[in-house]
């Protein structure tokens, strides 16, 4: 008998463990960037332009990424990364933003939380260094979505936001860019050959979204305009269920399409309809993670070439919950990048120069 029970033993021991648990899969997370689109030559992109750009696209991805790698939220990823591109005066947002016709930087920013859809924002304010917090403060410290000019900066002040003198925006090359559209009697587009407005989007490791957008408008702009970037279903938007968005292109057409959410919403009525599953890749008859890729490039791709249709331009980047980072823009280029779990990290200016694929590890 102790034989037995020794040999039953001994083989139960060289099983293996059928009642543990399997290990669960790793945690995901995304983050894609951008810092503009538009009309852009590579013949005119010098090595030190382009590695000026490169450098402030990778610090900005790098300071989202080292959030979501180390487990914290996708709403302070992307403000870290928009923190870093309102900072560089390479782009049209904070430090760098476009003139107005009269002289002045007015500065736009919204902010969306996918995890229950609150959002906030800001437009025409002139002396908030970063945009794209204020927005925030409206998000989370207000009963409002959108507060505007004079009255959106009375509420940073009483919010313990510093004032920041309307010098720090300004820049050279933005204040040429004015003076050579007054004096040739340009339109914006003339002298904008890219849409610098900023933007983050990001999935974090508790499968929570977030979108986030920061710009100066286009240059001459006058009568209080205001484009997509501050308005939420145009420039930004973010759903747990569906995708987060940021946009940069030419506004009026941005919200005439309501290109961010939009998107949003195609990619929930194909859920809806069964063409695409988010919560079951790789289970019998659901499409698999390239698969689900290509869908949504596809519905992206088509809200783009509506606002082509209508006369418009520029890009958006989008991360899904399933953690898949992608671009799409009907311009020559969009500064822009990306970074996953997957271990995926790059930075591209140019059309085509990203990788084919950005599928996730399951």
């Known amino acids: 008998m102790k034989k037995l029970i020794a040999a039953v033993a001994l083989a139960l021991l060289s099983q293996p463990a059928l009642a543990e648990e399997a290990a669960p899969e790793q945690a995901r997370w995304s983050l894609a960037i951008h810092g503009g689109a538009g009309t852009l030559d ?9 590695a000026a750009y490169e450098a402030d696209l990778q610090r900005a991805l790098d300071a989202g990424s080292k ?24 782009f049209n947002a904070g430090k760098g933003a476009v003139f107005t016709w009269d002289g002045t930087n007015e500065l736009d920013a919204s902010i969306m939380d996918g995890r229950d859809r609150s959002a906030g924002a800001i437009a025409g304010v002139k002396t908030v260094r970063n945009p794209i917090l204020l927005a925030d ?24 936001f510093a004032v920041t003198p309307p010098e720090y925006f300004a820049t050279e090359a933005r204040r040429e860019a004015l003076e050579r559209m007054k004096a040739e009697k340009l339109s914006s587009l003339d002298v904008d050959h890219k849409f610098g407005t900023v933007g983050a989007v990001a999935l974090d490791m508790k499968g929570n979204l977030a979108a986030g957008t920061s710009t100066g408008g286009m240059t001459g702009k006058r009568w209080g305009r205001i484009g997509d970037a501050p ?10 269920s569906a995708c987060a968005v940021s946009a940069t292109g030419w506004g009026e057409y941005f919200l005439r399409v309501g290109v961010a959410h939009e998107i949003c919403a195609r990619l929930r009525f194909l859920q809806a309809t069964n063409w695409l599953s988010f919560d079951s890749p790789g289970e019998a008859n659901a499409p698999d993670a390239e698969e689900i890729a290509a869908t949504v490039q596809e519905a992206a791709d088509a809200v783009m070439a509506e ?27 969009m500064y822009r990048g990306r970074a996953t779990s997957a271990g995926l990290n790059e930075v591209a200016i140019f059309g ?8 996730p590890d399951h």
């Open 42 to 50: 590579p013949n005119a992109m010098t090595p030190e332009k382009r």
């Open 67 to 90: 959030i979501l790698s180390e487990g914290g939220d996708a709403m302070d990823a992307i403000k870290a990364a928009i923190i870093i591109m309102e900072d560089s005066p390479l």
């Open 137 to 160: 403060t409206v998000r989370t410290q207000s009963e409002h979505v959108m507060l505007m000019g004079a009255g959106a900066e009375a509420f940073a002040v009483e919010k313990g």
């Open 231 to 240: 308005v939420i279903g145009a420039g930004t938007y973010a759903d747990n």
């Open 307 to 333: 606002v082509a249709d209508l006369g418009g331009d520029g890009g958006v980047i989008l991360v899904t919950p399933e953690g898949h980072a992608i671009f799409s823009f009907n311009t020559t280029g």
């Open 352 to 359: 085509g120069e990203e990788r084919a694929s950005d599928t």
